[in-house]
């Protein structure tokens, strides 16, 4: 089985600042990982994925995160926030033996103008 | 636009009653998807597809029937709506993977008395 963990439920930060996302997962054999965004009122979409190569992958708007084997984690990273970056951000991989992803309970980010 | 497309977007229903959610997309992708997304929990999978007349069980298949008889529309049926499928609905296709939802439709929000 698989398990995502988002350890911060809820992450203020003024404009400018910047920004880390914990996701750890527990299956070991994970090699294909996510992370997801969903705007306010909007439907989820994609923001950048790692499945083989630089351990550092960037996303859109300027997103990126590190996939550290030995720690379990895929950090998600921005340098400088803005408002419009306000949204609820979820992590997710696969389980073992099965392509189906688990979710993690999702990060809500407030960035204050 | 192109894109995913659910219906209604809101519902309330009676516990004990039938209905049916539809999910059309018109960017010809063979693999589509239904998630619910809970308060606190991230999305998980309830069904999913890899083409038409293909359908497969994800991890909260209880509850739910869906049906592919073309490439483009994926409805999810509720058989007897119960309080515990109180929810809102994601709908979502992909070029490359079922397990990779790339477009989301934008959600129907169901509640259950």
């Known amino acids: 089985a698989q398990s995502v963990s988002q350890h911060n439920h809820h992450v203020i930060l003024s404009e400018a600042a910047s920004l880390e996302l914990g996701c750890n997962y527990s299956y070991g054999g994970t090699v294909n990982l996510f992370w997801y965004v969903q705007y306010p009122g909007q439907h989820l979409q994609l923001l950048l994925k790692y499945f083989s190569g630089d351990p550092l992958v960037k996303g859109i708007k300027g997103f990126e995160a590190e996939f550290i084997k030995s720690k379990f984690s895929f950090n998600l990273r921005k340098p400088s926030v803005q408002w419009s970056d306000t949204a609820e951000y979820f992590c997710?991989?696969?389980?073992?033996?099965?392509?189906?992803?688990?979710f993690g309970k999702g990060t809500k980010l407030s960035v204050i103008p | 636009n192109a894109g995913v497309t659910q219906t209604p977007k809101f519902q309330v229903l009676k516990t004990g009653q039938s209905m049916t959610l539809q999910c059309a997309q018109d960017m010809n992708h063979e693999y589509m998807s239904w998630y619910r997304q809970d308060p606190g929990m991230g999305l998980r999978l309830i069904h999913y597809s890899v083409g038409a007349g293909i359908t497969d069980q994800g991890e909260v298949p209880n509850g739910y029937n869906v049906s592919r008889s073309t490439t483009e529309d994926f409805p999810l049926r509720l058989l007897s709506a119960a309080p515990s499928q109180t929810s809102v609905y994601f709908c979502?296709?992909?070029?490359?993977?079922?397990?990779?939802?790339?477009?989301f439709g934008d959600g129907t929000r169901l509640s259950i008395l």
């Open positions: 979502a296709s992909s070029y490359s993977n079922w397990y990779q939802p790339q477009h």
């Open positions: 997710a991989a696969p389980g073992a033996g099965s392509y189906q992803l688990t």
